[in-house]
């Protein structure tokens, strides 16, 4: 069973710069590709970025592209989210996922495992 753990989330000033982490742990563990995703109070769960590990592409979101960036550690088995310029709109709880096999990674359903979510606050 594939488990993930995000860290890394807290409070930032507007403009400020957070990174947050991802670990996954489980024996074998194999993935097509890890993805961000967040959900702020009162709004669905929407995607923020996605990597495949194989080869590297990424993905993002509009609202986050040139100020986010995401990467792995393969030997570590870990992601991360790289969050610079910082907007009180950008608070929420942020989410990795993975997927097992080929699907379209900017879809949260085509993911296959979650972690329990991190809190990202960003006061004005």
């Known amino acids: 069973q594939v488990q993930l753990v995000e860290s890394g989330g807290g409070l930032v000033q507007s403009g400020g710069s957070l990174r947050l982490s991802c670990t996954a742990s489980?024996?074998?563990?194999?993935?097509?590709?890890m993805g961000w995703f967040r959900q702020a109070p009162g709004k669905e769960r929407e995607f923020v970025a996605a990597?495949?590990?194989?080869?590297?592409?990424?993905t993002y979101a509009d609202s986050v592209k040139g100020r986010y960036t995401i990467s792995r550690e393969n030997v570590k088995n870990t992601m991360y989210l790289q969050m610079n310029s910082l907007k009180p709109e950008d608070a929420a709880v942020y989410y990795c996922?993975?997927?097992?096999?080929?699907?379209?990674?900017?879809?949260?359903?085509?993911?296959?495992?979650w972690g329990q979510g991190t809190q990202v606050t960003v006061s004005s």
């Open positions: 996922a993975a997927i097992d096999t080929i699907g379209d990674i900017r879809s949260s359903g085509a993911y296959d495992h």
């Open positions: 489980g024996r074998d563990f194999i993935t097509y590709a």
């Open positions: 990597l495949r590990w194989s080869g590297g592409y990424s």
